[in-house]
Protein backbone atom coordinates (compact mmCIF):
# COMPACT_ATOMS: atom_id res chain seq x y z
CA UNK A 1 0.00 0.00 0.00
CA UNK A 2 1.19 3.27 -0.74
CA UNK A 3 0.89 6.24 2.08
CA UNK A 4 2.17 10.12 2.15
CA UNK A 5 3.37 12.16 4.64
CA UNK A 6 3.39 15.80 4.75
CA UNK A 7 5.43 17.39 7.94
CA UNK A 8 4.10 20.96 8.10
CA UNK A 9 0.19 21.21 9.00
CA UNK A 10 0.08 24.86 8.98
CA UNK A 11 3.07 27.36 7.87
CA UNK A 12 2.59 31.20 8.48
CA UNK A 13 4.89 33.37 6.37
CA UNK A 14 6.30 37.11 5.63
CA UNK A 15 5.59 38.12 1.93
CA UNK A 16 9.04 37.04 0.06
CA UNK A 17 9.89 34.80 2.64
CA UNK A 18 11.82 31.30 1.16
CA UNK A 19 9.17 28.37 1.36
CA UNK A 20 9.72 24.82 2.04
CA UNK A 21 6.83 22.00 2.76
CA UNK A 22 7.87 18.87 3.37
CA UNK A 23 6.76 15.51 1.95
CA UNK A 24 7.69 11.60 2.44
CA UNK A 25 6.04 8.20 0.93
CA UNK A 26 5.87 5.26 1.02
CA UNK A 27 5.39 2.93 -1.71
CA UNK A 28 7.66 -0.50 -3.03
CA UNK A 29 6.92 0.57 -6.69
CA UNK A 30 7.22 3.04 -9.52
CA UNK A 31 6.35 6.62 -8.02
CA UNK A 32 4.96 8.91 -9.68
CA UNK A 33 4.45 12.28 -7.05
CA UNK A 34 2.47 15.78 -7.56
CA UNK A 35 1.87 18.60 -5.44
CA UNK A 36 -2.04 19.87 -5.81
CA UNK A 37 -3.17 23.43 -4.47
CA UNK A 38 -6.32 24.70 -3.35
CA UNK A 39 -6.30 28.52 -3.59
CA UNK A 40 -9.79 29.73 -0.95
CA UNK A 41 -12.60 29.54 -3.22
CA UNK A 42 -11.12 26.99 -6.15
CA UNK A 43 -10.98 23.90 -6.96
CA UNK A 44 -7.81 21.07 -6.04
CA UNK A 45 -5.10 22.27 -9.56
CA UNK A 46 -1.88 20.86 -10.24
CA UNK A 47 0.93 22.40 -9.54
CA UNK A 48 3.96 20.23 -10.44
CA UNK A 49 4.63 16.32 -10.97
CA UNK A 50 7.50 14.04 -11.19
CA UNK A 51 7.73 10.96 -13.42
CA UNK A 52 10.96 10.34 -14.14
CA UNK A 53 14.30 12.28 -15.10
CA UNK A 54 15.35 15.22 -13.92
CA UNK A 55 14.93 15.02 -10.29
CA UNK A 56 14.25 19.03 -9.72
CA UNK A 57 10.89 19.46 -11.40
CA UNK A 58 9.18 23.09 -12.03
CA UNK A 59 5.93 23.82 -11.68
CA UNK A 60 3.68 26.55 -12.25
CA UNK A 61 4.40 30.55 -10.09
CA UNK A 62 7.91 29.48 -9.60
CA UNK A 63 7.42 26.39 -7.49
CA UNK A 64 9.90 23.44 -7.52
CA UNK A 65 9.83 20.02 -5.67
CA UNK A 66 12.86 17.93 -5.76
CA UNK A 67 12.64 13.51 -5.80
CA UNK A 68 15.59 12.40 -3.51
CA UNK A 69 14.83 8.72 -3.76
CA UNK A 70 17.16 7.71 -0.99
CA UNK A 71 15.03 9.77 1.13
CA UNK A 72 11.92 9.00 0.03
CA UNK A 73 10.55 12.59 -0.32
CA UNK A 74 9.08 15.14 -2.46
CA UNK A 75 9.64 18.63 -0.60
CA UNK A 76 8.22 21.49 -2.48
CA UNK A 77 10.20 24.82 -2.74
CA UNK A 78 9.59 28.40 -3.37
CA UNK A 79 12.71 31.37 -2.73
CA UNK A 80 10.42 33.64 -2.58
CA UNK A 81 6.50 33.78 -1.77
CA UNK A 82 3.50 35.99 -2.48
CA UNK A 83 0.58 36.81 -0.21
CA UNK A 84 -1.49 35.04 -3.43
CA UNK A 85 0.21 31.79 -2.55
CA UNK A 86 -2.17 31.65 0.47
CA UNK A 87 -3.49 28.23 -0.38
CA UNK A 88 -3.84 24.46 1.27
CA UNK A 89 -0.96 21.76 -0.50
CA UNK A 90 -1.57 18.66 -1.00
CA UNK A 91 1.64 16.38 -1.93
CA UNK A 92 0.33 12.98 -3.71
CA UNK A 93 2.05 9.34 -4.94
CA UNK A 94 0.57 7.56 -7.83
CA UNK A 95 1.05 4.11 -7.34
CA UNK A 96 -0.80 1.24 -9.09
CA UNK A 97 -4.08 2.54 -10.77
CA UNK A 98 -4.39 5.00 -7.63
CA UNK A 99 -3.57 8.57 -6.53
CA UNK A 100 -2.75 8.74 -2.23
CA UNK A 101 -3.01 12.15 -1.14
CA UNK A 102 -1.32 13.78 1.98
CA UNK A 103 -3.31 15.18 5.24
CA UNK A 104 -2.52 18.84 3.56
CA UNK A 105 -0.27 22.21 4.51
CA UNK A 106 -2.29 25.25 4.64
CA UNK A 107 0.44 28.37 3.80
CA UNK A 108 -1.00 31.97 5.09
CA UNK A 109 1.15 34.56 3.41
CA UNK A 110 1.28 37.73 5.91
CA UNK A 111 1.49 40.97 3.70
CA UNK B 1 -13.37 23.59 -22.33
CA UNK B 2 -11.15 22.31 -19.17
CA UNK B 3 -13.83 22.30 -16.97
CA UNK B 4 -15.06 19.45 -14.58
CA UNK B 5 -18.34 20.39 -13.47
CA UNK B 6 -20.36 19.14 -10.31
CA UNK B 7 -23.97 19.46 -9.89
CA UNK B 8 -25.73 20.47 -6.84
CA UNK B 9 -23.42 22.44 -5.60
CA UNK B 10 -25.05 22.09 -2.25
CA UNK B 11 -27.42 19.54 -1.34
CA UNK B 12 -29.48 18.54 2.08
CA UNK B 13 -31.05 14.98 2.77
CA UNK B 14 -32.36 12.34 5.07
CA UNK B 15 -31.28 9.63 5.94
CA UNK B 16 -34.51 7.55 3.79
CA UNK B 17 -34.00 9.80 1.11
CA UNK B 18 -32.04 8.91 -2.36
CA UNK B 19 -30.72 11.39 -4.37
CA UNK B 20 -27.85 11.91 -7.17
CA UNK B 21 -24.51 13.45 -7.81
CA UNK B 22 -23.81 14.46 -11.06
CA UNK B 23 -20.03 14.72 -12.50
CA UNK B 24 -19.19 16.20 -16.29
CA UNK B 25 -16.12 16.40 -18.49
CA UNK B 26 -15.73 17.68 -21.85
CA UNK B 27 -11.83 17.01 -22.69
CA UNK B 28 -12.50 13.51 -24.56
CA UNK B 29 -10.85 12.22 -20.81
CA UNK B 30 -11.66 8.07 -19.90
CA UNK B 31 -10.51 7.68 -16.21
CA UNK B 32 -13.12 9.65 -13.94
CA UNK B 33 -13.09 9.62 -10.06
CA UNK B 34 -15.43 10.10 -6.96
CA UNK B 35 -13.61 11.19 -3.98
CA UNK B 36 -14.84 11.84 -0.16
CA UNK B 37 -13.24 14.82 1.64
CA UNK B 38 -13.91 15.65 5.52
CA UNK B 39 -13.18 18.59 7.06
CA UNK B 40 -9.54 18.74 7.43
CA UNK B 41 -8.88 15.49 5.77
CA UNK B 42 -7.29 14.79 2.60
CA UNK B 43 -9.48 13.32 -0.48
CA UNK B 44 -10.29 9.93 0.08
CA UNK B 45 -10.85 7.98 -3.10
CA UNK B 46 -14.22 6.22 -3.20
CA UNK B 47 -14.38 4.61 -6.74
CA UNK B 48 -12.38 4.52 -10.00
CA UNK B 49 -13.98 4.37 -13.74
CA UNK B 50 -11.31 3.71 -16.65
CA UNK B 51 -13.14 3.80 -20.46
CA UNK B 52 -16.52 3.55 -18.73
CA UNK B 53 -15.68 0.21 -16.55
CA UNK B 54 -15.41 0.25 -13.33
CA UNK B 55 -11.75 -0.64 -12.07
CA UNK B 56 -11.81 0.30 -8.26
CA UNK B 57 -14.58 0.42 -5.52
CA UNK B 58 -11.99 1.15 -2.75
CA UNK B 59 -14.55 -0.96 -0.35
CA UNK B 60 -17.22 1.85 -0.40
CA UNK B 61 -21.08 0.93 1.72
CA UNK B 62 -23.32 0.17 -0.76
CA UNK B 63 -25.50 2.86 0.00
CA UNK B 64 -23.22 4.83 -2.57
CA UNK B 65 -24.05 3.32 -6.26
CA UNK B 66 -21.78 4.57 -9.06
CA UNK B 67 -22.75 4.96 -12.32
CA UNK B 68 -20.87 5.78 -15.81
CA UNK B 69 -23.46 6.66 -18.38
CA UNK B 70 -20.82 7.37 -20.69
CA UNK B 71 -17.56 8.68 -21.23
CA UNK B 72 -18.85 12.92 -20.08
CA UNK B 73 -20.56 11.95 -17.16
CA UNK B 74 -20.47 10.20 -13.97
CA UNK B 75 -23.07 10.05 -11.59
CA UNK B 76 -23.02 9.15 -7.60
CA UNK B 77 -26.06 7.72 -6.42
CA UNK B 78 -26.94 7.86 -2.50
CA UNK B 79 -29.44 6.08 -0.77
CA UNK B 80 -30.11 5.60 3.10
CA UNK B 81 -26.88 7.70 4.02
CA UNK B 82 -26.08 8.04 7.79
CA UNK B 83 -25.05 11.32 9.24
CA UNK B 84 -21.17 10.73 8.85
CA UNK B 85 -21.64 10.54 5.53
CA UNK B 86 -22.14 14.14 5.37
CA UNK B 87 -18.81 15.52 3.34
CA UNK B 88 -17.50 17.34 0.20
CA UNK B 89 -17.69 14.74 -2.57
CA UNK B 90 -14.93 15.30 -5.41
CA UNK B 91 -15.00 14.60 -9.15
CA UNK B 92 -12.24 14.21 -11.31
CA UNK B 93 -11.02 13.10 -14.68
CA UNK B 94 -7.92 12.61 -16.20
CA UNK B 95 -6.40 11.72 -20.10
CA UNK B 96 -6.13 8.07 -19.81
CA UNK B 97 -7.36 4.97 -17.80
CA UNK B 98 -3.77 4.52 -16.31
CA UNK B 99 -4.53 6.84 -12.81
CA UNK B 100 -1.49 6.70 -11.60
CA UNK B 101 0.67 8.69 -14.37
CA UNK B 102 -1.57 11.47 -15.24
CA UNK B 103 -2.74 15.24 -13.76
CA UNK B 104 -6.41 14.78 -12.66
CA UNK B 105 -9.01 17.83 -13.19
CA UNK B 106 -11.26 18.24 -10.17
CA UNK B 107 -14.75 19.56 -10.35
CA UNK B 108 -15.49 21.90 -7.41
CA UNK B 109 -17.65 18.78 -5.31
CA UNK B 110 -20.86 19.18 -4.16
CA UNK B 111 -21.02 19.77 -0.24
CA UNK B 112 -23.60 17.10 0.92
CA UNK B 113 -25.12 17.15 4.22
CA UNK B 114 -27.26 14.53 5.44
CA UNK B 115 -29.61 15.08 8.39
Known amino acids: AQSVSQHNHHVILSEAASLELGCNYS??????LFWYVQYPGQHLQLLLK??????LVKGIKGFEAEFIKSKFSFNLRKPSVQWSDTAEYFC?????????FGIGTKLQVIP | DTEVTQTPKHLVMGMTNKKSLKCEQHMGHRAMYWYKQKAKKPPELMFVYSYEKLSINESVPSRFSPECPNSSLLNLHLHALQPEDSALYLC??????????????FGPGTRLTVL
Open chain 2, 92 to 105: ASSPSGTTSYNEQF
Open chain 1, 92 to 100: AVGGYQKVT
Open chain 1, 50 to 55: YFSGDP
Open chain 1, 27 to 32: YGGTVN
